[in-house]
């Protein structure tokens, strides 16, 4: 593909003479000039209002904060250009080459239309029209986006010893399935009726390892008759042969590697392990069907005759055995249920991140209910509350960032007795667990003194509450990661894991106030004005940030990110063998 920078590159800095192409290639680089006018061609460029907001926004922000891609342009332009230019005197190699590309250009190009033909249009009539299933190529556009996939190995196949099977008789490529990049592997039934042959076992495992490798989800459209018999020996006994895509199959499980398969025809034998050990498995009523053997070899070995539906039909696998999770009327039904769930597993939040700006509060009054934040910054918006109806004013539960687990523990109105003893049972249960903490911390300013003996005792209790959340903090051996997203006043800011509880980061937004007391709380009396102009301008988040009290300000957008590198950095102390003895290093 070229990309604007080579448009770019090929229009404004060609030499002025006539450049080495034949006269058929010339139209070429009109187009190119089309498409870089603009882009690059005078030398002060008119700049559009949001191009002159990004340049302001990227000296404005930290490095950490500006996108890759502004990075990258930023710095290509700088790189030297190279010199395209072909000498005369290579004109003769450059003539020979191209003849030769042209060949093999058109080579390809016919082996490619080969292939896309599947068994031929003969199979592909009885494929379609008898046993009325979808052509592999159209349940492809049913279940991936709607944009170019990368197919793998299309020519695999071709000039075998025990002849031609296209394609290898599968296809496999990584596309997008909701946004989530998928490798996927799709028998094709038109070739040799679906059969297995050892090329076809060497695609799948090549498949398999690109997942692993990748860690992609998988998704597998099952349409086979088992094994070509004749080449057994080249199909079954040995460590890489058709066992090891079952093996693969528990073991990219076992990684933590989502995998879906569709039961789309008949799957015998072999094929029929494919979807049973996938995590999640459809089947498609009337054409998808599941069994070691079929119903021709049931007649031979008992004389009794069972119809393929109920020997392994939808129904039976969906309603009996189990072997099936979602039963599907018909193929466009079942690949919407893969395209659900591959949803779940999408990690981005389903709110925008913009909108903490707007949950960001200006002072506690302005405060709305934390799990809105917690909604924008969570995998999938996730979230597994514990003791949700229990002490209501701290929320705590389990969620993902980025594919971390973590615990969280936000802060959702004043610190009370239940919602202090909450916390501390639930930051037991992570520390024993071994799950980093996430520390969301608005605490509320100081609050009014008891007036009566019953306030007193509540009073009394509460702060009893709060030692045992503060000393389960302390003694927490988990990571902790602290974000202050509006106030962090008073003894609660210590039980919400400030900054003298060492949290591995502390992180402030910058609507963030940070004292012992909230200034707008004092009276306007002449004494204390002096006072609280003071606290107002001491509780800011920069005044804080300026005297180290934190490990900076984020951008409220940005706090998933941030949250995500911590976790990563946080997460490689897993994998360093700490010594029983310590000593520093002797230098000579």
Known sequence: MWNNLTFCSVCKLAP??????????????????????????????????????????????????????????????????????VLSVYRHVFEENLRNSEAVVKRYSELLELVSKGGGENAILRHTQRNKKLFVRERLKLLLDDESFLELSPLAGLNMPYGDVPAAGCLTGVGKICGVWCIFTA???TVKGGTIYPIGVKKQLRAQEIAMQNRLLS?????????FLPL??????DKSHGGRVFYNEA???????????????SCVAGGAYVPTMAEEAVIIDKIGTLFLAGPPLVKAATGEYVSPEDLGGAKLHSKVSGCSDHFASSEKEAYE???????????????????LLGLAPQDYRCTLPVKLILSRLLDGSRFQEFKADYGTTLVTGFGHVEGHLVGVVASNGELTHDASLKGSHFVQLCSHRSIPILFFQNTAPHAAEPTSISQAEAHSNRLKAQASMMAAVACASVPKITIVIGGCYGSESYVMCGRSFSPNFLFLWPNARVALVDSRH????????????????????????????????ILPQNTRKVIAQCLQIIEQQKYQVVPSYQHPVLRM
């Open 251 to 265: 073991i990219m499980s076992a990684m933590k590697i989502p995998q879906v398969a569709v039961v789309c025809g």
């Open 522 to 553: 004092l009276t306007n009396e002449s004494e204390l004005k002096h006072l609280k102009q003071r606290l107002e301008e001491e509780s800011s988040a920069f005044y804080s940030s300026a005297r180290l009290w934190d490990d900076g300000i």
């Open 219 to 227: 998704v597998y459209l099952v349409d086979s008759g088992g094994a």
């Open 337 to 355: 249920c893969v395209r659900n769930v591959i949803s779940t597993l999408n990690y981005d939040p389903l709110y925008s991140s913009d909108e």
């Open 187 to 189: 028998n094709d039934a």
């Open 16 to 85: 002025k003479p006539t450049p080495l192409l034949l006269p058929r290639f010339l139209p070429l680089a009109h187009v190119f000039k089309r498409r870089c006018k603009g882009l690059g061609g005078s030398k002060h460029p008119a700049q559009t209002p949001q191009n002159e907001g990004l340049k302001r926004t990227s000296s404005l922000l930290p490095a950490r904060l500006v996108s890759s891609k502004a990075k990258c342009r930023r710095y290509a332009k700088t790189y030297p250009v190279l010199d395209g230019r």
């Open 232 to 237: 057994q020996s080249e199909l079954f006994p």
